[in-house]
């Protein structure tokens, strides 16, 4: 069991940065794959970022990259989403998710689910 606390969302402007931080607890957390997906309202939640279990492999979703880093410090068990160059259509909840052994790229890998952090974009 991994319980997944995401913080750091907040109202914004466009082209601000913006740093999202997921606290993680529960056993061998390092052990998991992590990841960073969107919810934009009327939405589907959808795939952003995803960082292997030894923070050695990044994968983005096509929209977000170049503009999201993800990284994560096993040692202090967090995952982070840094996102630069804010767009309006970068509003939503977003939430940190975790997985097991395989890239979490999709919802149907994802294990366990944080409780969300809005971000709002303004232009």
């Known amino acids: 069991q991994v319980q997944l606390v995401e913080s750091g969302g907040g109202l914004l402007q466009a082209g601000d940065s913006l740093k999202l931080s997921c606290a993680a607890s529960?056993?061998?957390?390092?052990?998991?794959?992590a990841g960073w997906f969107r919810q934009a309202p009327g939405k589907e939640r959808e795939f952003l970022a995803t960082i292997s279990w030894s923070g050695s492999s990044t994968y983005y979703a096509s929209s977000v990259k170049g503009r999201f880093t993800i990284s994560r410090d096993n040692a202090k068990n967090m995952v982070f989403l840094q996102i630069d160059s804010l767009k309006p259509e970068d509003t939503g909840v977003y939430y940190c998710?975790?997985?097991?052994?395989?890239?979490?790229?999709?919802?149907?890998?994802?294990?366990?689910w944080g409780q969300g952090t809005q971000v709002t974009v303004s232009s």
């Open positions: 998710a975790a997985g097991g052994r395989i890239l979490v790229t999709d919802r149907t890998n994802v294990k366990y």
């Open positions: 529960g056993r061998a957390f390092s052990d998991h794959a």
